[in-house]
């Protein structure tokens, strides 16, 4: 079964520092990744999709990795801001539909709280 | 601006009344779908959209309906809603079916649904 695990679930840091967020993946065959930063009771908005041929990929301060052969992704966020607070999904795409019942499967989120 | 539109945004509901919860966006997308996301689970599926007429189940469809008469609007119909369907629920569209093109999806702002 094509699964998404995120770690850790929950993270709290003081603003400025780093930090980075874990993917693991065993959907096959795969598409793509994309990473999802969702506010306390907002709708998730893209940051970055990546795709089998891409290893990193940055949007501002997030940076995303992407390792296709251990299957797994990372995103790095630098110098946090009291903003970058929220929860941030990984989303998995299979190609055809080897994922969920539309090729899309969700991770359960990392739980990011800034610190001032 | 482009936009998924979800209404209403909170509703407090007695179980067996019926509800719709109506999901529009203004980008002419093929696919549309329904998400409910709850503390610790993440979001899981419930219908889906390829394009107008096609419809589909996702993950966990028991108790929810849905209807695709028109390219943009996706509502989510509950029959006679229970209290275990009290929920945050996100209406998302992508530009292509299926969503595991190297598109972004859109989600709307959210519903949060409690039944009583």
């Known amino acids: 079964k094509n699964q998404v695990e995120q770690s850790p679930q929950s993270l709290i840091i003081l603003e400025g520092k780093n930090c980075t967020l874990q993917?693991?993946?065993?959907?096959?065959?795969?598409?793509?990744l994309r990473w999802y930063k969702q506010d306390t009771g907002r709708g998730p908005v893209s940051l970055t999709i990546?795709?089998?041929?891409?290893n990193t990929k940055s949007n501002g301060r997030y940076t995303a990795t992407l390792d296709a052969d251990t299957k797994q992704s990372s995103l790095h966020i630098t110098a946090s801001q009291l903003s970058d607070s929220a929860s941030y999904i990984c989303?998995?795409?299979?190609?055809?539909?080897?994922?969920?019942?539309?090729?899309?499967?969700f991770g359960k989120g990392t739980h990011l709280i800034i610190q001032p | 601006e482009a936009q998924v539109t979800q209404n209403p945004r909170y509703l407090i509901t007695v179980t067996g009344k019926k509800l719709t919860v109506t999901c529009s966006q203004n980008?002419?997308?093929?696919?549309m779908s329904w998400y409910r996301q709850d503390p610790g689970l993440g979001l899981r599926q419930i219908y889906y959209?390829?394009?107008?007429?096609?419809?589909d189940k996702g993950d966990v469809p028991e108790g929810y309906k849905v209807s695709r008469k028109e390219k943009r609007n996706f509502p989510l119909i509950l029959e006679s809603p229970s209290p275990n369907q009290t929920s945050l629920y996100f209406c998302?569209?992508?530009?292509?079916?299926?969503?595991?093109?190297?598109?972004?999806?859109?989600f709307g702002q959210g519903t949060r649904l409690t039944v009583v």
């Open positions: 998302a569209s992508s530009p292509y079916s299926p969503p595991s093109i190297n598109t972004e999806a859109f």
């Open positions: 993917c693991n993946y065993t959907v096959s065959p795969f598409s793509n």
């Open positions: 990546m795709t089998f041929s891409e």
């Open positions: 989303v998995v795409s299979a190609a055809g539909s080897g994922g969920g019942a539309d090729g899309l499967t």
């Open positions: 980008m002419n997308h093929e696919y």
């Open positions: 959209s390829m394009n107008v007429e096609v419809t």
